[in-house]
């Protein structure tokens, strides 16, 4: 038996730089992965097949679990020979949240069955491996600050953010991402982030400047029905966060403070409206 913390990440920054003959986009973000984590508990089991439990009723306890795809795209990938499997998954990442909690359940699966089942295989195969389930998984193989671009596979490894904490809340509404990326227009997005100014900023550990640097584009083509993003955003920054910024496809908005009394008193505040509120750290 053997449990793997599956780490959530937040984007710093999110830059579409278009849209590819193939239907996906072309993206460009700078991820950091947070103390905030699930439990993926890995047990050989003798009857053969991979079987899930999950803390959440209504994640699938099947083949379409990411989990479960993981450890079949590792048997099939590395000629492995298959042993029945029981992943047991205690989930504390918000689900549908912007934060690769799947990704990252994933993830921690193939770095299990790497260490023990093929210890030889270069991190780059297992990032291969998990690009194959999903456009998150390699990054979330890796975990850290790293340059996620393409779909969100090629990754750069950069310099960690500096000490601070994170606010992090998921208001209860749902973003559907295949939607999200059905309103962006290239043409009509007003901002990009400055991932290049984000780069020099990690590289000089400034969290200053890094702060100034944090912005998803999806912001700009949230509908309005979405308004609660904004609200939790203008709180976070009324209680003295240096940034608020969604992550990923939303809904999740997070608030980066220099120091954890203030970070405190802003999750206090917002966990009396909103049920999934996390104080967290880089990791
Ligand atoms: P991303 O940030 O990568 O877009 P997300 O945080 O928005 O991901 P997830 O929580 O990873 O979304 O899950 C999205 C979908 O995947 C849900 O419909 C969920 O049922 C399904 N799913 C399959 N396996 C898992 C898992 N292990 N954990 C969470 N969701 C899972």
Redesign the pocket.
């Known amino acids: 038996m053997r449990t793997e913390p599956a780490y959530a990440?937040l984007n710093l920054t999110l830059d579409i730089l278009g849209k590819r003959p193939d239907g996906y986009h072309d993206l460009r973000m700078v991820m950091q992965s947070i103390d905030l984590a699930?439990q993926v508990t890995l047990s050989p089991r003798e009857e053969p097949g991979i079987g899930v439990t999950?803390d959440l009723p209504?994640?699938?306890r099947d083949g379409?679990?990411?989990?479960a795809k993981a450890a079949a795209a590792f048997f099939a990938q590395s000629g492995v020979p298959p042993v029945g499997l029981t992943i047991a998954?205690r989930?504390m990442?918000?689900?549908?949240?912007?934060?690769?909690?799947?990704?990252s359940?994933?993830a921690a699966v193939l770095r299990v069955l790497r260490d023990l089942y093929a210890p030889e295989m270069p991190m780059e195969q297992l990032e291969e491996i998990g690009a194959l389930i999903?456009s998150?998984v390699p990054y979330c193989v890796r975990g850290g600050t790293a340059l996620a671009e393409g779909r969100g596979e090629h990754l750069t490894a950069l310099p960690p953010l500096p000490p601070c904490s994170l606010v992090v809340c998921k208001p209860a509404c749902s973003i559907s991402?295949p939607e999200l990326f059905s309103l962006v227009r290239m043409k009509k997005l007003r901002c990009h982030p400055d991932t290049a100014g984000m780069l020099r900023a990690l590289e000089d550990q400034d969290l200053e400047r890094i702060a100034r640097r944090i912005y998803n584009v999806f912001e700009d083509v949230l509908p309005r029905r979405y308004a609660e993003v904004f609200s939790i955003k203008s709180e976070l920054l009324g209680m003295g966060a240096m940034a608020a910024s969604m992550t990923?496809?939303g809904p999740t908005v997070f608030g980066v403070f220099r120091d954890r009394e203030s970070a405190a008193r802003a999750a206090e505040s917002l966990s009396g409206q909103y049920a999934a509120v996390h104080l967290c750290r880089p990791i």
């Open positions: 990440k699930d999950a209504y994640l699938p379409g679990n990411i989990a998954i989930k990442i918000p689900v549908c949240a912007g934060m690769a909690g799947g990704s359940d994933g999903g998150d991402t990923g496809s």
